[in-house]
């Protein structure tokens, strides 16, 4: 079947068609038209505006709903698709509603119908997928443990069966996304700034790698002494909480960290340093240490207590670095099988609610769901 995906969580607008075959666990997907439009509006705010984003929405949709149908040839078909795929949450409300009602206008000009669709649910499914050509869901070994790392969500997700969940972790306040944003703005660093933390902690790794007893450190045990004393030890870096790490149980914090980290700039102010790009690069890479520990540690026992056998990481910090390597070390020990989504697939698309929307379709045995009962649901769970 032919399916059109609509995405409209937060600032990116996404618009794929693709034929869709098969069942839960032997699916197969070709990507026939797969369009996305990013907000660079929001930049120069330091961070999204839904009103300014949903405005970027309805101008966005047509567009691209234009382009998908004139690259595939089926603009001029009365039904050019057999069904539609449309994000209903989690996400900004105003954003969703943007692009539902845009879906179910579609559906009934087409008289097709629609299948709401679970954002983070794509993002679990996203690990399958390609923005072009071809791809395939494959039968994966169970328990599987789904880690979900954006800007909105830390989440540890376990599936004793095959699109089951069951969240058993998550964080009590800010996302890790949130967390290395706030954190760049801190740094005086662009937005979205996660990126930029990762590309100067990256930078930074590789220098300390190369240079034993380098400057770094030398700097760094010098503010530790300016603001702890003589006793300091000459060999200290800075050194950021791990929050929630040895709790019993699978749940995040990133609040403090993110405290920590402004009250670190604030001393080394007082303290008469510069923060200059150096000292930035320094912060990036303890942060970004400390956030990614928290995850993998938790990751550890998780896999230890459930004898997990397939690992799924996705959403937007899934394409950091660090994170990715970090995981790799995890799984390749206990012989795990690990699944990444691409980088183009980590941040939000529509290619990934096409995949949850045409499973879900298959599971729910082709039900088809009345378009006014479908509404955005801002906090909705996995």
Same mark, same amino acid.
């Given at each position: ?18 034929? #869709? ?37 309805? +101008? ?42 845009? #879906? +179910? ?7 097709? /119908?629609? &299948? ?7 993002? %679990? ?71 930029? %933390? ?16 380098? #400057? ?15 006793? #300091? ?9 791990? /929050?929630?790490?040895?709790? +019993? ?45 928290? %995850? ?16 799924? %990481? ?54 088809? &769901? ?13």
């Amino acid at each position: 079947m032919r399916i059109l995906s609509i995405e409209t969580s937060c600032d990116d607008t996404g618009i794929t068609i693709f034929e #869709a075959k098969g069942g839960l666990t032997n699916a197969s997907f070709k990507i026939l038209s797969d369009n996305l439009a990013s907000q660079k509006i929001h930049a120069e705010y330091g961070g999204v505006f839904p009103v300014l984003a949903k405005r970027e929405h309805a +101008k966005n949709l047509p567009l691209l709903l234009a382009h998908a149908l004139k690259k595939t040839k089926l603009e001029k078909k009365k039904k050019p698709v057999d069904a539609i795929a449309v994000t209903y949450g989690p996400g900004l409300e105003m954003c969703l509603w943007e692009g539902i009602t845009f #879906a +179910k206008n579609l559906a009934k000009e087409w008289s097709v /119908p629609l &299948i709401p669709t679970n954002h983070m649910e794509g993002h %679990i499914l996203s690990v399958f997928g390609k923005h072009k050509g071809s791809f395939k869901v494959e039968k994966l070994k169970t328990p599987i443990l789904a880690l979900l790392v954006s800007g909105g969500h830390t989440q540890l997700v376990l599936m004793k069966g095959w699109m089951q969940y069951e969240i058993i972790g998550e964080t009590v306040d800010d996302a890790v996304g949130e967390a290395f944003d706030k954190v760049a703005r801190m740094l005086g660093l662009p937005y979205p700034g996660g990126p930029y %933390i990762s590309k100067l902690a990256e930078e930074e790794r590789r220098l300390l790698r190369g240079i034993p007893g380098s #400057a770094t450190a030398r700097t760094r045990a010098n503010f530790q002494q300016k603001i702890m004393g003589a006793d #300091a030890k000459q060999s200290s870096p800075f050194i950021l909480p791990r /929050p929630m790490m040895y709790t +019993k149980d699978f749940n995040f914090s990133y609040s403090g960290l993110k405290t920590s980290v402004l009250y670190l700039i604030r001393d080394l102010e007082k303290s008469g340093q510069k923060i200059n790009d150096k000292i930035k690069a320094e912060i990036a890479l303890e942060f970004e240490n400390a956030a990614i520990e928290c %995850i993998t540690h938790k990751v550890k026992r998780v896999i230890e207590k459930y004898g997990i056998k397939t690992v799924i %990481i996705g959403g937007g910090v899934a394409a950091n670095k660090h994170l990715r390597s970090e995981m790799k070390k995890i799984t390749t020990k206990g012989e795990i099988k690990l699944l990444l989504p691409t980088l183009e697939l980590s941040r939000d698309n529509s290619v990934m609610i096409g995949i949850a929307g045409y499973l879900n379709f298959i599971k729910n045995k082709k039900k088809v &769901i009345k378009p006014d009962t479908i509404k955005a649901t801002g906090n909705l769970r996995v």
